[in-house]
């Protein structure tokens, strides 16, 4: 039974999906909560809140739903049934449409935050010298001196920019560039882990750059983590389910 995993008052990250169950472009999450079993598969949600703003769901749409329950992360799959009013408070009723699954690391939670970052696009003179300088491919000791340099040139150049949400897979993060989909990239940022300061360097690849409405020459990156060490992605991980541990004690008290 649903209740003997969830129980009322359970945090909700509530985000679009299509009709094959796949987030939607450009997905937002929103906060909910649960305020009511109605049935084995039907429970009854509260209206999320995106943005200080009451988000009515659509009836009829479709919603990836992910839990904060006692027992861990779960997700599942909902379509909603029907909006109703209740003295303040904005009900929505939905209908799960696929079995709780507890969420594993592998798959890569998605935090929303502000994190300031730095980064920088690969281009391929750069990725072509990088692999001859790993090779030592060089007729001479001057050949690899002038790779060097101009390797060093490349690092000079780095873009100050802020990621809005973050995974051990990927990032969107907020720039005043426009990249192309397919562009390499490298990321660099701190965080603290537990007491210690961690500093990561992984390399990404763009998979898109969006224009933001209202937003006069700012565009949206999305990125795909494809260099990253084991433990640095596991770091990773145990920051993001660490700050969300400590936004969730915060919404209690």
Same mark, same amino acid.
């Not at 992360?73 to 799960?96: E, F, P, S």
């Not at 696009?121 to 090779?135: A, T, V, Y």
């Not at 060490?229 to 400590?246: S, V």
């Given at each position: 039974?649903?209740?003997?995993?969830?129980?009322?008052?359970?945090? /909700?990250?509530? %985000?679009? /999906?299509?009709? &094959?169950?796949?987030?939607?472009?450009?997905?937002?999450?929103?906060?909910?909560?649960?305020?009511?079993?109605?049935?084995?598969?039907?429970?009854?949600?509260?209206?999320?809140?995106?943005?200080?703003?009451?988000?009515?769901?659509?009836?009829?749409?479709?919603?990836?739903?992910?839990?904060?329950?006692?027992?861990?992360?779960?997700?599942?799959?909902?379509?909603?049934?029907?909006?109703?009013?209740?003295?303040?408070?904005?009900?929505?009723?939905? %209908?799960?449409? *696929?079995?709780?699954?507890?969420?594993?690391?592998?798959?890569?939670?998605?935090?929303?935050?502000?994190?300031?970052? $730095?980064?920088?696009?690969?281009?391929?003179?750069?990725? /072509?010298?990088?692999?001859?300088?790993?090779?030592?491919? @060089?007729?001479?000791?001057? $050949?690899?001196?002038?790779?060097?340099? +101009?390797?060093?040139?490349?690092?000079?150049?780095?873009?100050?920019? *802020? @990621?809005?949400?973050?995974?051990?897979?990927?990032?969107?993060?907020? *720039?005043?560039?426009?990249?192309?989909?397919?562009? +390499?990239?490298?990321? %660099?940022?701190?965080?603290?882990?537990?007491?210690?300061?961690?500093?990561?360097?992984?390399?990404?690849?763009?998979?898109? *750059?969006? &224009?933001?409405?209202?937003?006069?020459?700012?565009?949206?990156?999305?990125? $795909?983590?494809?260099?990253?060490?084991?433990?640095?992605?596991?770091?990773? /991980?145990?920051?993001? @389910?660490?700050?969300?541990?400590?936004?969730?004690?915060?919404? &209690?008290?």
């Amino acid at each position: 039974m649903l209740q003997d995993i969830l129980s009322i008052g359970d945090k /909700i990250d509530v %985000r679009q /999906i299509n009709q &094959k169950g796949k987030l939607m472009h450009n997905v937002r999450t929103y906060v909910s909560q649960v305020v009511d079993f109605v049935d084995f598969d039907v429970i009854n949600i509260a209206t999320p809140i995106g943005n200080s703003k009451v988000i009515i769901l659509d009836v009829g749409e479709c919603y990836s739903l992910c839990f904060y329950s006692n027992k861990g992360l779960y997700q599942c799959n909902c379509v909603v049934m029907n909006n109703y009013r209740d003295k303040n408070l904005i009900i929505a009723v939905v %209908r799960l449409t *696929s079995d709780l699954e507890k969420f594993q690391r592998r798959q890569y939670y998605r935090l929303e935050c502000i994190h300031e970052i $730095e980064y920088r696009i690969i281009s391929r003179e750069e990725e /072509i010298l990088d692999n001859k300088l790993r090779l030592d491919d @060089f007729r001479n000791t001057e $050949e690899r001196s002038e790779c060097r340099k +101009k390797l060093n040139l490349f690092n000079q150049i780095w873009h100050r920019a *802020s @990621f809005t949400d973050l995974s051990g897979g990927g990032a969107r993060f907020n *720039s005043t560039l426009n990249h192309q989909p397919g562009e +390499k990239a490298r990321i %660099r940022f701190d965080f603290i882990l537990g007491k210690e300061l961690k500093k990561l360097l992984i390399g990404a690849e763009i998979i898109s *750059s969006t &224009k933001l409405p209202n937003r006069t020459g700012i565009y949206e990156q999305r990125v $795909e983590f494809k260099d990253i060490g084991k433990i640095d992605r596991e770091d990773l /991980i145990k920051f993001i @389910f660490e700050q969300e541990r400590r936004r969730r004690r915060n919404e &209690k008290s």
